[in-house]
C-alpha cells in the first residue's frame, strides 16, 4: 500500500512537471519574436517608401506595405552611440549617462534585452554597437569593435576577435541568417538585433553597387546652396558642408595623387577610407575610380565654387545610395527567410535608423542638428495579424519608445525608470490611449568633430524650439506647418510672440517631465571639460 502510495505520488509529480514544461514552451512559442533592424545614418529621404526621388528600396519598403509607416518618428540625441544607449535603455542621455559617442556606457543600466532573455527570450545581435561595451543580455553575439569597417571587417565574437573576408552588410546578414538557420532555439521566442554600419561615413558600396551608382546623377536639394540668412551662429560654424568640409580623399574617393597633381590642399587629412581592401577588391575599385578621377583632373580647371559643390554632391550620393542597395537586398532575404520558414506570422519586424542624415539639405551632410533631416529617423514596421498593411501614422514617436515596446509584446513590465511609451496602442489601433503632444531633444558632442553646438529643444506637431547654449545663448524657432524645410527661423517674428512664449512653457514643462535641468547641463560640461 505504502510503495502503491509512492508510485502514484511519483505519477502525479511527474504528470504535473510534464503539463507545466509543456505549457510553459507552448506559451513561450506564443510570444511573439521580435527582429530589430537597425542601420547607421540611414536618411529618411533615401528609402523609397519615404520618398522615391533619390532611390528605390523595394525590400524595406515591404514592411510599411505590410505594416506601418512612421512619419513623425524622432530621435532624443541624434548620434550613433547615445541613440543606441536610448534603444537598449528606454531613458534620455541625460538619464542614462551615455550622452556622447566618446563617453562611457554605464553599464549597471537595465537594457531591455537583459530582461526579455530572463523572461524566457533567446536573444542575439549582430553588426554595429559603437559602444566600447560588450552588450549585456545576448545568448550570442558578433560585433564590429567602435565603426568597423567596410572591407574584411573584424568582429568581436565571445570566442575573440575574427577578421571575416567580404563586404560588411553581406557578412553582417549572413551571421544573421546563420544564428536563425543553426542556433536558434525553436520551443522559444527570440529577439534579434541586426544592425548594419552602412551607410555611415565614409560610404563604400560593394562593387556591384558601385559600377551602378556611379554612373547615375541625382536632383539636387532646395536648400543645397542655403545661407542660414535667419539662423544663428550654430548653423553658420557647424563643420560639416558639403563644399566646405567634405574631404575630397577620404569622401569623394579622388587619391591624394590626384588632388597634389591639382595643387588642392584638403581642409583636413582623414587618410584613405579604403585602406582595408584586398589586391583583388582593390583592383575592381579602381576600375571604377580610376576613371572617376581622370574626369575629375579635366573637369576641375574650369569649375567655380557652385560647380565643385554639385560634383562633391554627386559624389557623395553615388557612394552613399550605393551601401544603401546592398542594405536593401539584405534586408530582403531576411524577410524572405521569415517567409520560406513561416515565422513571419508571429514575428514584429522593425526598421529604423540610429538617426536621420542630411542628404545636402542646407549643404551638409552628417546628423547632430535638432533640424528635420537628423532628428527625425525611418521607422517602418510589421506586425501581420497586428498591423493592419499600409498604414501611414503621423504621431511623434521616438527612439525612446523601443524598450517599452518590446517589453510590453513580450508580456514583460518595464522598470519604473524607462521614459518612453510603448507603441503597442499605435499599432494595434487603440489610438485612444496616445496622448503625446511634444518631444523633447538635447545634443551634447561639443566641442568635437562637425562643430555642432550644445543644444536641447522641444517639437509639437506645429512648432519646433531649440535653445543653443553653453558658449552660446540663442533661440530659434519653426513653423514646422508652413515651413517644413525649416529655413525661416521666426524666433524674433512679432507675429509669433505668443507661440515663442507657449513652447518655451512647454519646454520648460519637457524638461521637467524628464529630469532634465541646467544642473545636470552644467554637470555634463564639467565632466567634458575634465577629459
Ligand atoms: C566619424 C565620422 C564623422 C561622424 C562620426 C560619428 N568621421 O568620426 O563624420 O560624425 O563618426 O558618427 S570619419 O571621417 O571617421 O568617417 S556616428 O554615427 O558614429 O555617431
Ligand atoms: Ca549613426
Request: proline fraction near 5%; charged fraction near 25%; hydrophobic fraction near 35%.
Amino acid at each position: 500500500m505504502k510503495l502503491f502510495k509512492h508510485i502514484t505520488f511519483f505519477v502525479v509529480a511527474l504528470l504535473t512537471v510534464g503539463c507545466k514544461t509543456e505549457k510553459s514552451s507552448k506559451e513561450n512559442t506564443q510570444k511573439p519574436n521580435i527582429i530589430f533592424i537597425m542601420s547607421d545614418d540611414h536618411a529618411y529621404q533615401a528609402i523609397s517608401a519615404y520618398d522615391d526621388t533619390l532611390i528605390q528600396t523595394p525590400n524595406i519598403d515591404r514592411i510599411a506595405k505590410e505594416g506601418m509607416l512612421f512619419t513623425n518618428a524622432s530621435v532624443t540625441n541624434s548620434i550613433c552611440a547615445p541613440s543606441r544607449a536610448v534603444i537598449l535603455t528606454g531613458k534620455h542621455s541625460h538619464i542614462n549617462g551615455k550622452i556622447d559617442n566618446l563617453s562611457k556606457f554605464d553599464t549597471t543600466n537595465v537594457t531591455f534585452p537583459q530582461l526579455l532573455q530572463k523572461a524566457g527570450y533567446q536573444t542575439a545581435m549582430f553588426g554595429k554597437l559603437h559602444f566600447g561595451n560588450n552588450p549585456k543580455g545576448f545568448d550570442e553575439f558578433k560585433i564590429l569593435p567602435g565603426q568597423g569597417a567596410y572591407y574584411n571587417p573584424k568582429f568581436i565574437t565571445q570566442k575573440g576577435d575574427t577578421i571575416i573576408n567580404g563586404y560588411v552588410t553581406d557578412i553582417t546578414t549572413d551571421l544573421t541568417l546563420d544564428w536563425m538557420k543553426n542556433r536558434r532555439d525553436p520551443k522559444k521566442p527570440f529577439m534579434l538585433m541586426y544592425l548594419h554600419k552602412a551607410p555611415h561615413r565614409a560610404w563604400l558600396p560593394s562593387k556591384k553597387y558601385f559600377t551602378e551608382y556611379t554612373k547615375k546623377t541625382f536632383p539636387l536639394p532646395a536648400t543645397l546652396f542655403d545661407d542660414y540668412k535667419t539662423r544663428g551662429t550654430a548653423s553658420k560654424t557647424a563643420q560639416m558642408g558639403i563644399f566646405k568640409h567634405m574631404s575630397l580623399t577620404n569622401d569623394n574617393k579622388l587619391t591624394s595623387q590626384t588632388i597634389k597633381e591639382l595643387r588642392i590642399k584638403e581642409w583636413s587629412n582623414l587618410g584613405q577610407s579604403i585602406d582595408g581592401m584586398n589586391p583583388e577588391q582593390r583592383a575592381a575599385w579602381d576600375a571604377v575610380y580610376g576613371p572617376i578621377n581622370e574626369d575629375f583632373k579635366k573637369r576641375y580647371p574650369t569649375m567655380n565654387d557652385s560647380l565643385l559643390t554639385v560634383w562633391k554632391y554627386q559624389r557623395y550620393m553615388q557612394d552613399y545610395l550605393g551601401t544603401i542597395a546592398s542594405v536593401d537586398d539584405n534586408v530582403g532575404h531576411i524577410l524572405d527567410y521569415l517567409d520560406d520558414e513561416k515565422l513571419a506570422d508571429n514575428t514584429l519586424v522593425v526598421y529604423t535608423s540610429d538617426q536621420g542624415f542630411y542628404l545636402g539639405e542646407h549643404g551638409w551632410f552628417d546628423k547632430r542638428f535638432m533640424y528635420n533631416e537628423s532628428f527625425k529617423t525611418p521607422l517602418l514596421i510589421k506586425w501581420p495579424n497586428q498591423i493592419k498593411p499600409g498604414i501611414t501614422e503621423d504621431e511623434m514617436v521616438q527612439n525612446l519608445d523601443f524598450a517599452q515596446t518590446f517589453l510590453e509584446i513580450a508580456g514583460v513590465d518595464a522598470p519604473k525608470e524607462m521614459q518612453g511609451e510603448s507603441l503597442v496602442p499605435l499599432l494595434t489601433g487603440k489610438k485612444e490611449t496616445w496622448d503625446r503632444e511634444a518631444v523633447y531633444y538635447h545634443y551634447y558632442e561639443y566641442p568635437a568633430e562637425h562643430a555642432v553646438k550644445r543644444h536641447y529643444g522641444v517639437a509639437t506637431k506645429e512648432f519646433k524650439l531649440i535653445h543653443f547654449y553653453h558658449d552660446v545663448n540663442e533661440w530659434e524657432l519653426y513653423d514646422s506647418k508652413k515651413d517644413p524645410k525649416e529655413i525661416n527661423n521666426i524666433i524674433n517674428d512679432p507675429t509669433y510672440a505668443e507661440v515663442v512664449l507657449e513652447m518655451k512653457q512647454k519646454l520648460k514643462e519637457t524638461r521637467k517631465k524628464y529630469k532634465d535641468s541646467e544642473t545636470l547641463d552644467n554637470h555634463y560640461i564639467e565632466l567634458y571639460n575634465k577629459k
